[in-house]
């Protein structure tokens, strides 16, 4: 009988490797300290069949929740700024603040009444301990408020009951309830009836207090409130600190929903945590097991690992041909914002707002992509309908960059944004200055120089004095090799521009000429006659406002010498700006 190891067959052959190989071994680490979280008896569960068709109700808890979670607590300034974004978000619920909390608080719920911030159909939220005086002084922030909704909790899991309250569970129930009850005396002592008025209750830890015990004191609060058509209570229940899976999560809702009675009067709400990493899903699985509303944070800031991510969430939807009836076609304009405010950087792989989510650095990527853009076109073309009427459906984009305000240019090329966006907002926002994403990386560097060297915070205007004093030279401080006089360009019978400029270089003053197939071609080519080098990598330009005397701004990327460098122009002729973002970037290479 022949040998099969050495049959002409398997000469040669590699030895096959078994999973047994890889069998993996105890990691040492200390498992017997945690305990599993508990299974809910459901097995007629309904919620895996079905699907989320319509968007949920929304609150954001960014003032609140996202608030107390910053090293450096909000400014007021730095609060209205997130409070009006939300606005134009479209979010029709907002929890502003814990007023009791102390005079910051209070004064800011004061400000966005008094100043009529806040428009007729969004309901502002407050929170609140369930104490006397802490609750009068909530309900007192409200008055003259068109909508407003008090949102009262108290802790119910079994370890707090036991090591931080040492109450019983009687005691614990009683606490909600007659926190209920002082809620509505001071309603209805302190606010008129120009404030339409709503109440929330949270089992505070939700996750971990038993469900029967839950659904006790849920019953108790709304005994007290009396829910009723025109009358609805939302019973919010926290996932204060996520224990279990998604489905069990879900699992927890569905049952909370079959067995809470007025049902038809409740809007259950979810507010996941993201301590295990999976926030976002089980939002989405508690909506299909029955929740009315999700509460959350733009970009998931919060304590420890986070609230449950607004954007992913109502971007999911999109994603899905589902309307999160929030607008989102601006994501960089809101991370910028959320990063100005939170003084918080938003990671480039964010899902749906980071810097290279829509980058592809594969060329076996970039070439799937292309060819997908390349059979839209031609689909769209073949039905005789515009390319946006198209499904979208291209390789490795789960939507459209263009419909959340991104071009197709980083698709296609290497994008390294380091994700400054806080810095790029206060330039946006205070000077009309949108710099490209390069530019940002560049003068980020800059700002950080200038902190790693002082330490502390840099104000906005600190930003601007050290961006005008790197870009901008100006007759106060007229630094560099080369500053511009005047400029005229003339245009031959085959397209070839002639400039000429007066310009006063290294102190004297000198008449340059160049000609290109344009004035800043020909302007480099003026700039060799002094013995600089230029080569153009990249041009950007927008007006900063709206009218015919707007001033514009252009961005260049420049080669000098062997240095890559930006420069900025401003000037109300476009040409001119973009003679000076080229003397910008010279200077910048000699200083």
């Known amino acids: 009988m022949s040998d099969r190891s050495t ?123 369930a104490r006397e005086e802490l609750i009068e002084r909530t309900v007192e922030s409200l008055r003259g408020a068109h909508r407003a909704t008090v949102h009262l909790y108290n802790a119910t899991a079994p370890t707090f009951r036991r090591v931080v309250f040492r109450g019983t569970k009687d005691q614990v129930k009683q606490i909600a309830v007659d926190g209920t009850r002082l809620v509505m005396k001071y309603a209805e002592k302190l606010l008129g009836p120009e404030t339409a008025f709503g109440y929330q209750y949270s089992p505070e830890i939700f996750t971990d207090t038993e469900l029967d015990f839950a659904l006790e004191v849920c019953e108790g609060v709304m005994d007290v409130w009396q829910p009723e058509a025109g009358r609805e209570i939302i019973l919010n229940l926290p996932a204060t600190v996520e224990r279990s899976t998604p489905s069990t999560h879900a699992d927890r809702f569905e049952w909370m929903s079959r067995h809470l009675s007025r049902r038809e009067h409740v809007c259950l709400s979810v507010h996941p945590h993201n301590d295990r990493g999976t926030a976002v899903a089980a939002a989405e699985l508690a909506i299909m097991a029955g929740a009315d509303r999700i509460e959350g944070c733009l970009f998931g800031q919060g304590e420890r690992t986070g609230n449950v991510d607004l954007v992913t969430l109502g971007m999911n939807l999109f994603s899905q041909g589902v309307d999160p009836q929030i607008d989102f076609s601006q994501i960089d304009e809101i991370r910028r914002t959320s990063e100005y405010c939170n003084q918080m950087e938003i990671h480039p792989r964010h899902p749906y707002a980071g810097d290279l989510v829509y980058t592809a650095f594969s060329g076996s990527h970039q070439d799937a992509i292309k060819k997908g853009f390349d059979a839209r076109i031609a689909e769209a073309a073949e039905r005789g309908k515009p390319v946006d009427e198209t499904v979208w459906d291209v390789p490795y984009l789960p939507i459209d960059p263009m419909d959340v305000g991104r071009s197709y240019e980083a698709v296609i090329r290497v994008n390294s944004q380091s994700g400054k966006g806080g810095i790029a907002y206060v330039l946006k926002n205070d000077h009309k200055l949108d710099l490209p994403r390069r530019m940002q990386i560049e003068f980020s560097r800059i700002i950080q120089a200038k902190t790693d060297a002082e330490g502390g915070e840099v104000t906005p205007g600190q930003i601007w004095s050290v961006f005008q004093d790197e870009y901008l030279p100006n007759p106060d401080n007229a630094w560099g090799r080369v500053q511009l006089r005047s400029g005229q360009t003339t245009t031959d019978t085959d397209g070839k521009d002639t400039l000429t400029v007066r310009a006063v270089v290294d102190g004297e003053e000198t008449v340059l000429s160049g000609t290109g197939n344009g004035p800043i071609s020909a302007f480099f080519e003026a700039l060799a006659t002094i013995g600089v080098d230029a080569r153009l990598l990249d041009y950007q330009e927008h007006t900063m406002s709206e009218g015919a005397s707007a001033q514009a701004a252009s961005y260049i990327e420049c080669a000098i010498d062997g240095q890559v460098l930006w420069g900025i122009g401003i000037d109300a002729n476009t040409t001119r700006a973009s003679l000076k973002a080229v003397i910008s970037a010279v200077n910048r290479a000699s200083r």
């Open 7 to 129: 049959s002409p067959a398997s000469v040669g052959r590699p030895t096959p490797v078994t999973n047994a190989t890889h069998t993996q071994k105890p990691s040492g680490m200390p498992i017997h300290k945690y305990g599993r979280y508990e299974a809910v008896d459901i097995p007629d569960r309904t919620w895996p069949d079905r699907r989320i068709t319509a968007a949920p109700r929304w609150l954001s808890t960014d003032l609140r929740d996202g608030n107390q979670a910053l090293i450096d607590p909000m400014s007021p300034a730095r609060k209205r700024e997130m409070f009006d974004l939300l606005v134009r978000m479209g979010y029709k619920e907002i929890e502003v603040g814990f007023p009791s909390s102390g005079e910051t608080d209070f004064a800011f719920v004061r400000s966005i009444i008094e100043e009529g911030a806040i428009p007729e159909d969004v309901t502002i939220s407050v929170l609140t301990q």
